[in-house]
């Protein structure tokens, strides 16, 4: 540690004045927070192993040329056991997405977005990140291959596989991995494999994603990375879910270079979630029954679930190997066990009742050359139709008011009868459901051309409210994700009021 702090003293001519341990994940490296007396801080890194170092330094520089979204290497220390980098914050992809993962995969349309957000940029360190890259920098080899499959597969076999007492044949077994590793290898690649893409290894500033520890990266396919991120057992994604970020990923990987076509990608693509499978279950046999670490014990009934997922959709060409699988997910230990979410005392997981804070689009609202009294301000209401639709105090008429009893009410089934359109489990309801969204999408595109003509004309107010039976549920949800939308495309002043609630926000003017 002291010369962690010499090596920042070293690069910031001072030394910090507060110095806070990271939490830890897998690794054995340990990482600092170091803030100065102006509160600016950096993040310290001591690891183990010098060449493990030389390779994330390397890579880190690398890809800051390459202007992707990575931490800058600001400082090493000659014998490169120290490094700093730039901080990150402490808001990873996991954390964001946690509501929809304890919700078993009910993910709201902004944790959607985060995912879309983040697979869309994965193509862009794989193949303009291998661009002019010296592979062998990278730790501990610089190239996926056969020997580094086997070593994976052998991998799972001994720390997993043995730890569960089942009887095997090892030269049946063997000859499997064999095949699997030559099927593997079959295809020659020049992009990264950064091969620890998961959403731990995600930041996040202001909603967009920077890249971590990719230091055990090299030359290799490009699908492992995919099986990596969507097949993350905790993760939780829905099929369908999974099914769009694939869109995504294909769609912004063609600009890179030709992508097979998407029969042979899906075939290809399964046969990776499976290897990547095997190979986490090694890690979680190693970390968790040998080191004894919670996290990576309790990870695993949801890779075995993964496994039986796989096993029952897939058609893998290792009969012997697909037998002692099918057998392994049998076993009393991991029978199927539904985990129910942290929760309240009434069974449902909330958040805080503040929405989520928008993400505006850059750029300033344009006017109209003949307005003189400013911008267009939009007012967003939810209502109880019991009590009235709300007045216009600019004395427009209140411009447009949309009835959301057609849609299916929460507040029908008693766990949401405290809650607001605001809250998770109202929110995971309505999206889950889905009328509220084809009932949004409607909405959507008619204030979005009268917003635009508004802006065109110079107008400076404009009046949406939401109705529903009691104000709470539909028409809160309704409103908030209209205000957020309008400021987001347009980046004007939205101003929320839930009238029943007694919740108002402003969304200032960008």
């Given amino acids: 540690m002291h010369q962690l702090i010499e090596l920042y003293k070293h690069w910031r001519g001072a030394e910090p004045a507060s110095t806070q341990q990271l939490p830890g994940a897998g690794s054995n ?11 600016q801080s950096v993040v310290g890194c001591i690891g183990t192993s010098r060449d493990e170092n030389h390779a994330f330094v390397y890579l880190a520089q690398h890809f800051t040329k390459r202007q992707l979204p990575v931490p800058r290497v600001l400082a090493v220390s000659d014998d490169e056991l120290r490094y700093l980098q730039t901080d990150l914050g402490s808001v990873s992809l996991f954390d964001a997405i946690r509501g929809g993962r304890e919700a078993g995969g009910r993910y709201t349309l902004k944790e ?101 520890d990719f230091q055990g990266g090299r ?66 046999g190693f970390r968790g029954y040998f080191e004894q670490k919670k996290h990576f014990i309790d990870s695993i009934p949801p890779a075995i679930q993964n496994l039986r997922d796989l096993l029952a959709t897939g058609d893998y060409p290792y009969p012997y190997l697909v037998s002692i699988l099918h057998r392994l997910t049998e076993l009393p230990q991991f029978r199927r066990i539904e985990v129910a979410p942290q929760s309240r005392a009434d069974g449902y997981k909330t958040t805080d009742r503040n929405p989520y804070k928008p993400h505006p689009q850059d750029g300033p609202a344009t006017f109209s050359k003949y307005d003189a009294q400013g911008p267009l301000v939009v ?54 459901d889905g009328e509220i969204l084809t009932f949004l999408d409607s909405v959507y595109r008619l204030a979005d051309a009268h917003v635009e003509r508004y802006i065109q004309r110079g107008f400076t107010s404009l009046m949406f409210s939401f109705g529903c039976t009691g104000g709470q549920h539909r028409s809160v949800y309704s409103a908030q994700h209209l205000a957020e939308h309008i400021h987001q495309k347009f980046g004007i002043e939205v101003r929320i009021c839930h009238r029943e609630q007694n919740i108002t926000q402003v969304l200032k003017n960008t």
């Fill in 379 to 432: 007012k967003v209401f939810s209502f109880s139709y019991r009590k009235g639709i709300p007045e216009d105090e600019s004395g427009n008429g209140g411009g447009y008011v949309f009835d959301c009893r057609s849609t299916h009410n929460p507040g029908r089934y008693e766990p949401y009868k405290q809650l607001t359109g605001l809250d998770e489990p109202v929110i995971r309801f309505l999206e889950d």
């Fill in 29 to 39: 490296r340990v990482y600092y927070r170091m803030t100065d007396a102006e509160g």
């Fill in 219 to 284: 030359r290799g396919p490009f699908y492992y990375d995919l099986a990596s991120f969507l097949w993350q057992a905790s993760a939780k994604y829905p099929d369908k879910l999974r099914r769009d970020l694939l869109d995504d990923y294909y769609d912004a990987a063609q600009q890179f270079i030709e992508m097979p076509k998407r029969d042979h990608f899906d075939r290809r693509l399964s046969l990776f979630v499976l290897f990547r499978t095997l190979q986490v279950l090694g890690a979680y």
């Fill in 112 to 212: 959607q977005e985060l995912l879309r957000r983040t697979i869309r940029e994965l193509p862009n360190i794989q193949f303009r990140g291998a661009r002019e890259l010296d592979f062998s920098n990278c730790y501990p080899q610089p190239e996926f291959d056969v020997e580094g499959v086997l070593f994976d597969l052998n991998y799972f076999k001994y720390c997993f596989l043995k730890a569960t007492e089942l009887d095997f044949h090892e030269l049946k077994l063997e000859a499997d991995f064999r095949l699997m590793a030559k099927d593997l290898t079959a295809e020659p690649s020049d992009s990264f494999l950064y091969r620890d893409f998961q959403a731990r290894n995600v930041m996040l500033e202001e909603g967009a994603p920077y890249f971590i």
